[in-house]
Every structure is written in C-alpha cells, then in structure tokens.
C-alpha cells in the first residue's frame, strides 16, 4: 500500500502569502492517480486539483498543482481568506484509495 | 453536478449494525463508480469502501473487510453501506462520493455521523 506523506503538519500564513504544500509518495505513482482536496472546518471535502495538475471546476486559478514520481506540491499563490484550512492529497492505486494526513494552513 | 445527501447515521453500541443511505439528486445512469470515506474525529480522510459504476465489483479498506459491506440500487439513485461489528474506531462522519474513476472523488456528500460507544 502506497503511504502518502504530508508536510508541513500546520503552515501559519498571513493572506496575501504564498503557501506551498508538499506530498510525497511512499513509492512512485502515476500523476493521472494524484489529487488533492480543501475541506474548511465542518465541511465536507471539496476537490481542487486531479492529475496531479489540473484544476477541478470553479477552482481559481491561485491554486496550482504540481509533480511527479513520488513529490507532489499544491501551490496558493496569494492566500484570500476563504483558502484557510486542511488540504490533503490523495492517490489511486491497486485497486486502492489512500489519503494523506493533511495539512492545515492557519491565520498568522 | 450531483447532490448527494447522506443518512443513517446514529449512535450504536459495540458490536451492533447501522446501514447508510446516500441518495444522489439525479440518475445515476451515465452511472459512476460510488464510494464511502470517513473521517473520525478530530483526525484526517480515511477511504472505506468503492463500488463501480454497475455493482459489479467493489473494494474495502482492511480496516472495515469483512465487517462493511457496499451496494447501490440504481432504480432508487441510492448508494448504500451496511455496517456491522462496529467497533468504537468506527466512530467518524461518513461521506459519500463520486468517484472519477478510478482516480478521484469529484463530488461529496455533506457526511452523516456514526458513534459507537457503550
């Protein structure tokens, strides 16, 4: 089973900020099988990014995903207040579907 | 877009049953995969349980196999997940989701909760 691997556990940013998520893969995986996912407190998870790179519908175009092989990134480029919270990446995989641990970006 | 709302969730004791629903708003015909995540508290996404765009094949996570058990009646537009041997690490919101198969899950349910505590 593939181990995704999230960091930072917590990124403290002021709006306006750039943030920059990580993901790393326990093990090679296709970036067609990479995604990642917003999901602000009492929510349910919304899809940003699939393909590792492309935009789900309605996603502004401040958010940008990147990678391959086993290093994945999710990129704000300017943080609105409504981008403050947990992000998780997600991969597919054997007939398997695994998330990471997520991580939350908070108000400096 | 579809709506997915979930229901059955409820507070069980250890060892009992509940079964989830998760009715979508439209037809599932141009039919996709479906599939269950959870999340318990205070913790991050788990994946549970897939089914494919017939009912024809599906997928469990270790955690729940042989315990949970996926469905869906398309004639209904309603997804289903019986839940049995619950254990207290059952506890958790359960969402449904659409899956883009097989990569991703493009729409989610708002979750119903499921307790398990004596």
């Known amino acids: 089973e593939i181990v995704l691997a999230q960091s930072p556990g917590t990124l403290s940013l002021s709006p306006g900020e750039r943030a920059t998520l990580s993901c790393r893969a326990s093990?090679?995986?296709?970036?067609?099988?990479l995604a990642w996912y917003q999901q602000k407190v009492g929510q349910a998870p919304r899809l940003l990014i699939y393909?590792?790179?492309k935009r789900a519908t309605g996603i502004p175009d401040r958010f940008t995903g990147s990678g391959s092989g086993t290093d994945f990134t999710l990129t704000i480029s300017r943080l609105d207040p409504e981008d403050f919270a947990v992000y998780y990446c997600?991969?597919?995989?054997?007939?398997?579907?695994?998330f990471g641990q997520g991580t939350k970006v908070e108000i400096k | 877009e579809v709506q997915l709302l979930e229901s059955g969730g409820g507070f069980v004791q250890p060892g009992g049953s509940l079964r989830l629903s998760c009715s979508a708003s439209?037809?599932?015909?141009?039919?996709?995969?479906m599939a269950w995540v959870r999340q318990a508290p205070g913790k991050g996404l788990e994946w549970v349980s897939t089914?494919?765009?017939?009912?024809?094949?599906?997928y469990y996570a270790e955690s729940v196999k042989g315990r949970f058990t996926i469905t869906r009646d398309d004639a209904k537009n309603t997804l289903y997940l019986q839940l049995n041997s619950l254990r207290a690490e059952d506890t958790a919101v359960y969402y449904c989701?659409?899956?883009?198969?097989?990569?991703?899950?493009?729409?989610w349910g708002q979750g119903t909760h499921v307790a398990v505590s004596s």
């Open positions: 093990q090679s995986i296709t970036s067609t099988y």
């Open positions: 089914i494919d765009y017939n009912g024809g094949r599906t």
């Open positions: 997600q991969q597919y995989g054997s007939s398997l579907w695994t």
């Open positions: 989701a659409q899956v883009s198969w097989p990569t991703h899950f493009d729409f």
């Open positions: 393909g590792a790179s």
């Open positions: 439209r037809s599932t015909s141009g039919r996709h995969a």
